[in-house]
């Protein structure tokens, strides 16, 4: 909101693993009016509860909501590019088969030119090369340390 001057009508791409941020993401985009294009490998889908009440929300608050496995339908014309870490606390025994399985979801600068010409860059921090290649995170597309700022005043 801070940078686009507004949340509607925004989409907002997710590229990697269905995790919890991923979750409140969802749980929030249609009641802010974004439109919400999820990419995750299988077997590491948002949890299906959740993708449900998504459903339903994107059909009452009119936005709309892919679920791919494919990065770059993902991030198809889509304002924001976001992931974060592919592995975390408590799945360090299942780096190898994690990294294995996110094989092809770097976001890149390959990945952004699918995206829309204004596009930016969130991630949660910390962030691993094998998430977001350096071109990205440190392009001035990248709000990542916008994003953590704002965030310390929540905490």
């Given at each position: 909101q801070e940078h686009y001057g507004g949340l509607n009508g925004l989409t907002i791409a997710w590229?990697?693993?269905?995790?919890?941020?991923?979750?409140?993401i969802m749980m929030s985009a249609a009641k802010l009016g974004m439109h919400?294009?999820?990419?995750?490998?299988?077997?590491?889908?948002?949890?299906?509860r959740i993708t449900k009440i998504t459903e339903q929300n994107s059909k009452e608050y009119g936005t709309k909501l892919l679920l791919t496995t494919d990065p770059l339908e993902a991030a198809d014309s889509?304002?924001?590019?976001?992931?974060?870490?592919?592995?975390?606390?408590?799945q360090e025994e299942e780096?190898?088969?994690?990294l294995k399985a996110f094989k092809g979801y770097q976001i890149t600068m390959q990945t952004a030119k699918s995206a829309a010409s204004n596009w930016t860059f969130l991630h949660c921090l910390p962030r691993k090369r094998e998430e977001v290649d350096d071109e990205v995170f440190y392009s001035p597309q990248s709000l990542v340390f916008q994003e953590a700022e704002n965030r310390k005043w929540t905490i």
């Open positions: 590229i990697g693993d269905g995790n919890n941020v991923l979750h409140s919400l294009r999820i990419a995750t490998p299988r077997g590491f889908e948002p949890d299906l889509a304002n924001v590019l976001v992931t974060d870490t592919w592995i975390s606390m408590g780096k190898k088969e994690r």
